[in-house]
């Protein structure tokens, strides 16, 4: 599996959560005050969640 990028803005730790009332994987900076999250909203698998993240991610 494809190791998940840090943060393009502040470089901090990434992590990819399930959120159950969405249905969906999302990938966020866990860095408090960042909290980015990225938009998609229909990301089915953890490994989709790291790939999309890591496509915008320095």
Excluded: Q
Aim: hydrophobic letters at 40%.
């Amino acid at each position: 599996m494809e190791k998940i990028k840090p943060c393009p803005f502040c470089g901090g730790e990434a992590e990819v959560i399930y959120l159950e009332k969405l249905h969906s994987f999302r990938p966020h900076c866990k860095k408090i005050g960042c909290i980015l999250w990225y938009p998609i909203w229909d990301i089915e698998t953890k490994e989709e969640a790291i790939g999309e993240w890591n496509i915008r991610a320095i």
